[in-house]
């Protein structure tokens, strides 16, 4: 579109120029210079110098971004489907709490704990799973040697955790070892150790054990059912551990943070409705008195529009399989939501691959997940997507502001140049002139503008929309604006030094070129929301940018002196009052500009 809009512009200033008497052949020179000076040719590499400076930032937050352009849509998340253990949660686990049948069955809980798993503890070595791990502590610490246990009873063979099962078996010579999840084993069993004996496991005593384990539940913990028997369809109930895993001191602040930016996260989990529930009221997913939640078997019931429909009301989605995420981001994409899903197991990657975002655990994460994964967090933390969240918005605003700073320097001089020639003035901008200024005032501090600080509303406004460009119509307006605002300055002061000085037209369209130089240098300062007047601390805030622009001022002064800038660009050294006037002719723009940020209270 740009490159169309110029040449259609640099026709009709040709034609302009030659229709107003001047020579085809400096015309064309003006008109290939301003094609040349129109055109950002240095946005693509600001803008992915900008993506590689974040990725840079994001990597020093552990998160390791393997697909660039994800990081501008880590920016417009709308939606955060995050796993709880390990992400929410520190993946710590202890038993606290463990309800047994009868004193029976407690021997023999403690002996399935140790031989359905495949955890090793060995002093301060510990191998395996995190529950699993839990579950042989609370053995050792209960007295019960595993290694003797593991030798007396040697394993067969193993059926491991299914999600979809939601059990693991361990086969040994007469036995068999099963642990899994409480509303599983409860459906499961045939038996239960009751009164010193082995009795049929009624009906009101499975609904007595469903109360004992929403209880736990109900308290934040991950509930283990455990079971034994002859054979699966011979099974006898033993009990239920509560396996506590306490959220991560940040995870509150990060979801708060989320809540402040219009992000909604969702919980999605494997572990009970009651536990995810609890914990999401912990953290602040759930307030106190709200319990929306939703299950794998709901889940598997609706379809995608049905998914869409709910996307903002449901904030836990438990005893999830991973065919149901893939389902969810599908259903949330179709409610138009930007979606960021967490991962870690083989199964989880095509959900991983459908989302916006896929972000992997780096930590517990299979390699097919990572693989499969934009991003991979290193320490596992939910505060970690939230902070790449932040740098994703501010890699964003920092190419907006590039992409308005250049657009709008350029603008200005297409305007003068076109509007010189209208206004039958002598010419204010020479060719080479036209091309100095692009090489000053584009490059060095559009590309420092990448490194510039997060505004102060980065995380208090909503996400983009997902159909947003990267320039709306206000922002289109503002480059007319502020381009219009830098020309009619250049040409005040041009026509000052013409008509008020006495200035020869070289002369003043040598104070014309100084002053459109250093009005484009002052006006990176403007591409920011907020104002230096009222914010002036804010001037350094990015101390490269304020080095850039004093270098390219230094760079501008000093080939005035410079014989071979002076024959090329047709430039003298200036007197320190002529100096002076280029100053104040170039600070009136920038000024006018802060005057109305500080009017409208930014």
Known sequence: MLIKLVLAIVAITVALGVFEGNKLLPMLQTGIALAVAAIPEG??????????????????????VRNLASVETLGSTS?????????ITVNKMTVREHLVTNDRARDLIFRVAILCNNATLNNENQIGD??????????????????EIRKEFPRLKEDPFDSSVMRMVTYHDDFVAVKGAPERLLQDCKFIYEDDSLQPFSPALRDKWKEAVEKLASMGMRTLAFAFGESLEELAFLGVVGI????REEAREAVANCREAGIHVIMVTGDHVTTAIAIAKEVGILDDSDS?????QQISAMSEEDIAQRAREVAVIARVLPEHKYKIVKGLQKAGEVVAMTGDGVNDAIALKQADVGIAMGIQGTEVSKEAADIILEDDRFATIVNAIAEGRRIFDNIRKAVMYLLCCNLSEVLIVSGGILLQLPAILLP????????VTDVIPALALSLDPPETDTMKRPPKRKDEDILTKAHQLKIGIFGIIMFLGVLGVTLYA????????LKAAEIGFHSLVLAQLFFVFNVREASILRHPSSLWSNIYLLCGVLASILLQVTITYVP??????????????????????????????QLHKLTKGV
Request: aromatic letters at 8%; charged letters at 15%; glycine letters at 6%.
């Open 79 to 87: 939606v955060i489907c995050t796993d709880k253990t390990g992400t």
């Open 564 to 593: 071979i800038f002076q024959s090329v660009l047709r430039i003298v050294p200036l007197s320190l009052s002529e100096w002076g006037i280029i100053l104040t002719s170039a600070l009136i723009p920038t000024l006018i500009l």
């Open 498 to 505: 013409l008509k008020f000085l006495g200035f020869s037209p």
């Open 130 to 147: 995190p529950m699993e791990i839990a579950l042989l502590k609370w053995a050792y610490e209960n007295g019960f040697d595993i290694t």
């Open 292 to 296: 929306r939640a939703l299950d794998g």
């Open 244 to 247: 506590m895993d306490p959220p």
């Open 43 to 64: 946005l693509p590499f600001v803008a992915t110098m900008t993506l590689a400076l974040g990725v840079h930032r994001m990597a020093k937050l552990n998160a390791l």
């Open 432 to 439: 080479l002139q036209i091309l100095w200024i692009n090489l």
